[in-house]
């Protein structure tokens, strides 16, 4: 596999969990009750920065001359946990839904983590991209915390 091969399959890799994020966050939204605006915008913004995401590496998949993704993660290669997130936040409560969330989030920070230890050849604006999407998720990451941990500590 050539070079740039590798790096486009990570690169989609990437773009896959994004989509992935991004419909486990829509129907997290879907599932929230009325009152729960708060959680709603939160992951209403968090699906926006996926989109982003991934509409960005699908430009550089584009760029290196490769065919972006267009699904999820389905097809086995990566995580489901955002699968299981949309199968089963039915009827869960805000805790529960923030549990998921960050599991979820976890997961994100998995796959960016492994593509920037990939054997790939990674160009250096490449690798600034995907460093500053991982920040993001980071940074999405100890927001859900942080609210989880709230809702934590109210119910005890």
């Not at 605006?37 to 998949?61: C, H, P, R, W, Y």
Request: glycine residues 4%; contains cysteine; charged residues 30%.
């Amino acid at each position: 596999m050539n070079a740039d091969n590798e790096l486009i399959g990570v690169l989609n890799d990437l773009i896959r969990i994004n989509r992935d994020r991004t419909e486990g966050y829509h129907k997290a939204v879907e599932e929230l009750k009325p009152a729960d605006i708060d959680l709603k915008t939160m992951f209403t913004n968090m699906a926006n920065t996926s989109i982003q995401n991934a509409n960005e590496l699908t430009a550089e998949v584009r760029n290196l001359g490769g065919e972006p993704a267009t699904d999820t993660t389905q097809s086995g290669k990566l995580y489901r946990v955002w699968m299981d997130i949309r199968a089963g936040i039915s009827a869960r409560d805000r805790k529960s839904i923030l549990s998921l969330c960050e599991f979820g989030e976890d997961s994100a920070l998995k796959a960016y983590k492994l593509a920037l230890e990939s054997d790939a050849e990674i160009p250096a604006d490449i690798r600034q991209l995907i460093l500053e999407q991982k920040s993001e998720l980071q940074n999405a990451h100890d927001l859900v915390k942080r609210y989880r941990d709230m809702h934590e500590s109210i119910q005890s």
